[in-house]
């Protein structure tokens, strides 16, 4: 591992630019960003998936493997990533720096404490909590009447979804899906971070007039909680390309994407940018494009979807995705012909990328090559997990390609679109569905929200594992009804977040969490206990 300031060096940061945390980490100033203003972009490849398997696809895995590849033919890329939530790191999911040879280290720091940006965000978030209860207890000069924000903490609680405290009721959400982190990560500097916190909606009086943190003060006091946050995070993979892994907001319940000044940096110090989005195309995808991408004044260049075939065997109804089982996966190629069907509509050229397993069945895996091919698709087998760069080397030489391709691009929906028009052509020309119904909660707030002029971007709360609304729902299915049950505020962050039914905000453990399967030793290393 190369010390940090060394790759600073090498990346075009200057020493002044560059903030150690110890040997192997860094946030970067953002004065970096106003130096290199007028330097062209790099080209800007998205790492998107199938709707994954509970476990997930190895989506960072092959965001990793593809900066590998890029650096062995030549080329120098720079990865940009989400940092990882405590939730998953204890639940099911584990850590998001990767596996087997294309990782991003350390590690361990990433998925746990890291620079502390999550721990900062957290605490920003309660204390406007706390400020907003003790105006209430203090004499409640505004008139609040409903409070409409909620505590957060980062872990899976799904006991704390719904509290009580002698103010009034209450309840958290995880850290994740803290409208702060959205805020963060679609931030460009300080001023215009403070700007986005005054405009967060608190609640409302007891004449219904909607309150915002400008109402009640306190921006500058969550700014100054936050302004270390704002930078950047730097790391590396095992074998050195410059990794920024900046702001984590789920794509189930949040728009998904890393920070708009890590990706800026990104386009700016390197001639590819590799950056994910999370969960399948339904969801990150998505949003990348419908609300990350018009802060970022740079249009994708490229798409790469991952797959693997034992999410394609559990899309084709097979209990055991692990075993052989090409019916299976010949059942299940649909649901991947519909991602691609809809990014070839959007206008941006795509490429497919199968994660390859040690113990994948080279029939199925020859199956799914000369599928692609008959229909007209990029395809690369990806062996980044056992092989690291030399495995991806086809993947980057094709993501090469099809990126100097001209695109199309058009959006899923036009910005002055109605927010219900917005909602229902994501359901239906993304999702696949036949309708989209609203409850009463969800029409009334709506038409609240017309008559405040809060047009914005939606985003949407969804399950990741099913195109529709329903997580038992694997594959294309059949023409669907999608529920909105309810739309909520993120004025701050810019858009409206539209819940689907039975959508939490506060995930809870599994039956057996990762937590109970960790062993570490006397030198403080890690493994999963046998």
Same mark, same amino acid.
């Given at each position: 591992?190369?010390?940090?300031?060394?790759?600073?060096?090498?990346?075009?940061? &200057?020493?002044?630019?560059?903030? /150690?945390?110890?040997?192997?980490? @860094? *946030?970067?100033?953002?004065?970096? %960003?106003?130096?290199?203003?007028?330097?062209?972009?790099?080209?800007?490849?998205?790492? =998107? &998936?199938?709707?994954?398997?509970?476990?997930?696809?190895? *989506?960072?895995?092959?965001?990793?493997?593809?900066?590998?590849?890029?650096?062995?033919?030549?080329?120098?890329?720079?990865?940009?990533?989400?940092?990882?939530?405590?939730? /998953?790191?204890?639940?099911?999911?584990?850590?998001?720096?990767?596996?087997?040879?294309?990782?991003?280290? /350390?590690?361990?720091?990433?998925?746990?404490?890291?620079?502390?940006?999550?721990?900062?965000?957290?605490?920003?978030?309660?204390?406007?909590?706390?400020?907003?209860?003790?105006?209430?207890?203090?004499?409640?000069?505004?008139?609040?009447?409903?409070?409409?924000?909620?505590?957060?903490?980062?872990?899976?609680?799904?006991?704390?979804?719904?509290?009580?405290?002698?103010?009034?009721?209450?309840?958290?959400?995880? =850290?994740?899906?803290?409208?702060?982190?959205?805020?963060?990560?679609?931030?460009?500097?300080?001023?215009?971070? *403070?700007?986005?916190?005054?405009?967060?909606?608190?609640?409302?009086?007891?004449?219904?007039?909607?309150?915002?943190?400008?109402?009640?003060?306190?921006?500058?006091?969550?700014?100054?909680?936050? +302004?270390?946050?704002?930078?950047?995070?730097?790391? $590396? =993979?095992?074998?050195?390309?410059?990794?920024?892994?900046? @702001?984590?907001?789920?794509?189930?319940? @949040?728009?998904?994407?890393?920070?708009?000044?890590?990706?800026?940096?990104?386009? +700016?110090?390197?001639?590819?940018?590799?950056?994910?989005?999370?969960?399948?195309?339904?969801?990150?995808?998505? *949003?990348?494009?419908?609300?990350?991408?018009?802060?970022?004044?740079?249009?994708?260049?490229?798409?790469?979807?991952? =797959?693997?075939?034992?999410?394609?065997?559990?899309?084709?109804?097979?209990?055991?995705?692990?075993?052989?089982?090409?019916?299976?996966?010949? $059942?299940?190629?649909?649901?991947?012909?519909?991602?691609?069907?809809?990014?070839?509509?959007?206008?941006?050229?795509?490429?497919?990328?199968?994660?390859?397993?040690?113990?994948?069945? $080279?029939?199925?895996?020859?199956?799914?090559?000369?599928?692609?091919?008959?229909?007209?698709?990029?395809?690369? %087998?990806?062996?980044? #997990?056992?092989?690291?760069?030399?495995?991806?080397?086809?993947?980057?030489?094709?993501?090469?390609?099809?990126?100097?391709?001209?695109?199309?691009?058009?959006?899923?929906? %036009?910005?002055?679109?109605?927010?219900?028009?917005?909602?229902?052509?994501?359901?239906?020309?993304?999702?696949?569905?036949?309708?989209?119904?609203?409850?009463?909660?969800? $029409?009334?707030?709506?038409?609240?929200?017309?008559?405040?002029?809060?047009?914005?971007?939606?985003?949407?709360?969804?399950?990741?594992? !099913?195109?529709?609304?329903?997580?038992?729902?694997?594959?294309?299915?059949?023409? #669907?009804?999608?529920?909105?049950?309810?739309?909520?505020?993120?004025?701050?962050?810019?858009?409206?977040?539209?819940?689907?039914?039975?959508?939490?905000?506060?995930?809870?453990?599994?039956?057996?969490?990762? @937590?109970?399967?960790?062993?570490?030793? &006397? !030198?403080?290393?890690?493994?999963?206990?046998?």
């Amino acid at each position: 591992m190369e010390k940090i300031v060394s790759l600073c060096e090498k990346m075009g940061v &200057a020493a002044d630019e560059c903030i /150690p945390y110890g040997f192997d980490k @860094a *946030k970067i100033d953002l004065k970096v %960003l106003k130096r290199l203003q007028d330097k062209k972009d790099g080209k800007l490849i998205l790492v =998107t &998936a199938i709707n994954p398997t509970p476990a997930g696809e190895g *989506k960072t895995t092959v965001s990793i493997g593809l900066t590998q590849g890029l650096k062995q033919i030549g080329k120098h890329p720079i990865l940009a990533l989400r940092e990882p939530s405590l939730g /998953p790191v204890f639940g099911l999911k584990g850590g998001a720096t990767g596996g087997g040879k294309s990782i991003v280290v /350390p590690s361990d720091d990433i998925n746990l404490h890291f620079t502390g940006d999550l721990h900062a965000i957290t605490a920003a978030n309660n204390l406007l909590a706390a400020l907003i209860d003790n105006h209430m207890f203090q004499g409640n000069e505004l008139g609040i009447e409903t409070v409409t924000w909620k505590r957060c903490m980062d872990m899976n609680d799904r006991n704390l979804r719904e509290i009580e405290t002698p103010q009034r009721k209450d309840g958290f959400i995880i =850290t994740a899906a803290s409208e702060i982190m959205a805020i963060l990560a679609l931030s460009t500097d300080l001023m215009d971070l *403070k700007n986005r916190i005054n405009r967060i909606l608190i609640g409302y009086n007891n004449e219904g007039k909607p309150l915002f943190v400008s109402d009640l003060g306190g921006a500058d006091a969550l700014v100054w909680l936050l +302004k270390d946050a704002l930078n950047p995070n730097l790391v $590396q =993979t095992i074998d050195g390309v410059p990794t920024f892994v900046h @702001a984590g907001p789920f794509a189930n319940i @949040a728009h998904g994407c890393n920070s708009i000044v890590a990706t800026k940096l990104a386009l +700016k110090l390197g001639d590819y940018t590799v950056t994910e989005a999370g969960f399948g195309a339904d969801l990150g995808m998505e *949003k990348f494009l419908d609300i990350k991408m018009p802060h970022l004044g740079k249009q994708v260049d490229a798409i790469v979807i991952v =797959t693997t075939l034992r999410a394609l065997k559990s899309h084709g109804g097979a209990e055991k995705f692990s075993e052989p089982n090409l019916e299976a996966m010949k $059942q299940g190629l649909p649901l991947l012909a519909k991602h691609l069907d809809n990014i070839k509509r959007i206008g941006l050229p795509c490429v497919i990328a199968v994660n390859h397993y040690d113990n994948d069945v $080279q029939d199925e895996v020859d199956y799914m090559m000369l599928w692609a091919k008959e229909n007209g698709h990029h395809i690369a %087998l990806c062996d980044g #997990f056992s092989k690291g760069g030399e495995g991806m080397v086809d993947l980057a030489n094709i993501v090469v390609e099809i990126a100097e391709h001209p695109s199309s691009y058009h959006p899923i929906y %036009l910005k002055d679109d109605e927010p219900k028009l917005k909602i229902e052509k994501i359901a239906k020309d993304i999702y696949g569905a036949k309708e989209v119904v609203f409850t009463k909660k969800a $029409q009334a707030q709506l038409e609240t929200y017309a008559l405040l002029g809060w047009n914005l971007p939606v985003c949407m709360a969804k399950t990741p594992l !099913s195109i529709t609304g329903d997580a038992s729902v694997h594959g294309l299915p059949e023409p #669907f009804t999608l529920q909105i049950s309810e739309i909520r505020p993120s004025l701050g962050a810019g858009f409206l977040v539209a819940l689907t039914k039975g959508i939490m905000v506060m995930p809870g453990l599994n039956k057996s969490p990762r @937590a109970l399967h960790i062993e570490i030793d &006397a !030198s403080g290393n890690v493994k999963d206990k046998e």
